[in-house]
């Protein structure tokens, strides 16, 4: 059932806004008992009364930031959206940003409400691993396909947000693969803001993605200018599908287990993924800016939007960022660790040469089959050449025979006349 104060709440704002507006309303919902006319109507009604007497919506709000960080069941992501098992409480950012979110909603609606949100307690079981090389090591030890390796390895080296790792196409970077450059560089629009901006991956994320693109072709698949850079695996591999945030999500959940970053219990605990897509992302930020990169060129790659003073004395071209990210991209390498089997590499390489004889071998019976195809034209339009003549002389043969057939005809009329004529003569003299 739509509702009048939601829709003018919600005109205007980006898909990704009103997902989380209504995720937040539909929390208040359940919290009040309100369906969102009759949160308006109360607030209305607790406007008119006396100044002493006023504050309902308010004390609403502030209950709920409570009931959210202790009480609320969380539910898991995806269509089912159920509830989980024995998870109550969300983390104090979710819980800050639903209320929020409310508090826009009567806002909109012409009722502002005059409160501030006290700090939510914090929970200890909701940390973040501070990601560095040795990190991104474990990661890629246990991850067991080309492409989560190629991921880990884009994410910490781009800093990119999980949603912009889903967004690139392999036209984004053909033309940097053909021509063999040690740098590829991304010009990205960031989802959230709908910033422009450029950033960078360097030789070890490169070998992964080669690889991965090889695999890829291997199975038959044909690349083009809007194929996904990356794409869903099991049983939806074969659609080609652009890979979702979520499915990087629980990638990355797994892998933390796997590796041993976080134990199954702290996992089963957390609110969040305590090495998720954001840790990789400030991981890769945080050595940049410890290697001494330039802060602004940091904020810059990530998708950041400076300030205006900032951005006014921040003018640069593609070509100086490529160059500044080469200047500092060991600091990014994993050092010691082997990204991928070496075996597997030479097993690719192998089956890629053998592909390209397959192919070769297929273009030059093509050019064969081509010439047959060709002679074989040739002969027929001969053929009907032939026949056209053949046609022409039969058609002449047919009106000549008609022709005689006619003349012969009208001779036999005039004999069998004649005949009739003599036969009625002699019949007469007889009767005489």
């Known amino acids: 059932m739509s509702y009048p104060v939601v829709e003018k709440w919600l005109i205007g704002k980006k898909e990704s806004t009103k997902a989380v507006y209504n995720s937040a309303l539909d929390a208040y919902i359940e919290f009040t008992g309100l369906n969102p006319t009759q949160l308006i109507d109360e607030a209305e009604a607790d406007r008119e009364k006396k100044a002493r007497e006023r504050g309902t919506p308010e004390l609403h709000v502030r209950r709920f930031q409570e009931w959210l960080f202790t009480k609320y069941q969380q539910k898991t992501r995806g269509p089912s959206n159920s509830r989980r098992k024995n998870k109550f409480g969300v983390s104090e950012n979710l819980a800050k940003m639903y209320c929020a979110a409310i508090k826009s909603f009567y806002t909109a609606n012409g009722f502002p409400l005059d409160i501030k949100l006290g700090k939510a307690r914090k929970k200890t079981k909701n940390f973040k691993i501070v990601i560095r090389g040795s990190e991104i090591s474990k990661f890629l030890s246990v991850a067991t396909t080309l492409r989560d390796k190629a991921i880990i390895k884009f994410m910490y080296e781009s800093c990119q947000g999980v949603s912009e790792v889903c ?28 910033t422009e901006y450029y950033t960078e991956i360097g030789q070890e994320a490169i070998e992964l993605l080669k690889l991965y693109f090889e695999e890829r072709k291997r199975s038959g698949e044909k690349l083009d200018h809007l194929s996904p850079v990356f794409v869903k695996e099991g049983r939806k591999k074969s659609t080609r599908q652009r890979i979702t945030p979520n499915l990087i999500e629980n990638m990355l959940k797994t892998l933390a287990i796997k590796s041993g970053l976080v134990t199954e219990e702290q996992m089963e605990q957390a609110d969040i993924n305590p090495a998720r897509p954001h840790a990789l992302r400030a991981g890769g930020m945080s050595v940049l800016k410890l290697a001494g990169y330039n802060e602004e060129a940091v904020e810059f790659r990530c998708g950041h939007e400076l300030d205006s003073t900032r951005q006014a004395y921040w003018l640069t071209r593609p070509e100086e960022l490529r160059q500044l990210f080469r200047k500092h991209y060991n600091s990014l390498r994993v050092k010691g660790t082997s990204l991928f089997d070496q075996k597997e590499v030479q097993k690719l390489r192998e089956m890629l040469a053998e592909k390209e004889i397959t192919v070769q071998a297929l273009a030059e019976n093509g050019k064969l089959k081509v010439a047959e195809l060709q002679r074989l034209r040739e002969e027929l339009n001969q053929q009907r050449v032939e026949l056209e003549e053949m046609k022409k002389t039969w ?23 004649e005949f009739n004529k003599r036969y009625k003569e002699q019949n007469r003299e007889e009767v005489r």
């Open 395 to 417: 058609e002449k043969w047919l009106r000549e025979q008609y022709e005689a057939d006619r003349e012969a005809i009208k001779d036999l009329q005039k004999w069998r006349e």
């Open 167 to 194: 967004s690139p196409n392999y036209g984004d970077i053909k033309q940097y693969k053909e021509d063999g450059m040690e740098i590829w560089q991304f010009h990205m629009i960031r989802k959230k803001t709908g």
